[in-house]
């Protein structure tokens, strides 16, 4: 069964302090990872994509990568208002699925000032 | 370009009853994703439609339905409802050929008593 599991459920971070959010994944051919932020009481908001093994992105102070079997979400000196969800999703390989992505739990993430 | 846009931002409903919830998506963008939102089972996929047509299907019941115009908007409804049925609605539009990357609008919060 195709399984997205994140870690931790939540951290808590001092304003400066790094760390990274995990991801993995269990799909029959992956054809997309997804990462969104959420805010509460608003949908997600779109942060990247990544489709293949050593792709990385970066915006600000996030930077996300991407393993075989897992995808890392690094934040670099966060900030309070970098508190959020934050969503991993992945889209696998079919033409019948190619509007369904398998979401995570989510890290919620606090940086305390 | 305007996001997505969901109609009504809330909403109250009794037991038994049916409801319909409206969705906008970017323009230019063909496909429309649905998802429901709940702590315990977090995003799940409920259909996809593009260019009018249902692509793909989640795990949910019957009572849940949807449609596409030729326009684009999409409507999702919910017959006899369930107290299990409140939860944010989402809904997402992406190009729904090539990258695939989909954009959420703010949600329905639907609330069953």
């Known amino acids: 069964e195709d399984q997205v599991t994140q870690s931790p459920e939540a951290l808590r971070l001092q304003e400066g302090e790094s760390s990274s959010l995990n991801c993995s994944y269990t799909v029959s051919g992956l054809r997309g990872l997804f990462w969104y932020r959420q805010d509460p009481g608003k949908g997600p908001e779109f942060l990247f994509t990544l489709y293949s093994a050593g792709e990385e992105k970066e915006k600000e102070r996030l930077k996300a990568t991407l393993t075989k079997k897992e995808s890392f979400l690094h934040i670099t000196a966060p900030k309070p208002e970098d508190s959020a969800t934050y969503l991993c999703a992945v889209r696998e390989r079919g033409s019948s699925n190619t509007g369904k992505l398998i979401f995570g739990q989510g890290t919620t993430l606090q940086v305390k000032p | 370009k305007a996001g997505v846009t969901q109609t009504p931002r809330y909403l109250i409903k009794t037991r038994g009853q049916q409801v319909t919830l409206s969705c906008s998506p970017i323009?230019?963008?063909?496909?429309v994703s649905w998802y429901q939102q709940t702590p315990g089972q977090g995003l799940q996929f409920l259909f996809e439609y593009f260019s009018e047509t249902q692509r793909n299907k989640g795990n949910f019941p019957g009572r849940f339905s949807g449609r596409q115009f030729s326009n684009s908007r999409s409507e999702m409804n919910v017959s006899t409802l369930e107290l299990g049925d409140s939860a944010l609605y989402l809904c997402?539009?992406?190009?729904?050929?090539?990258?695939?990357?989909?954009?959420f609008g703010p949600g329905t919060r639907l609330t069953v008593t």
């Open positions: 997402a539009s992406s190009d729904g050929r090539t990258f695939y990357e989909q954009y």
């Open positions: 323009s230019g963008h063909r496909s």
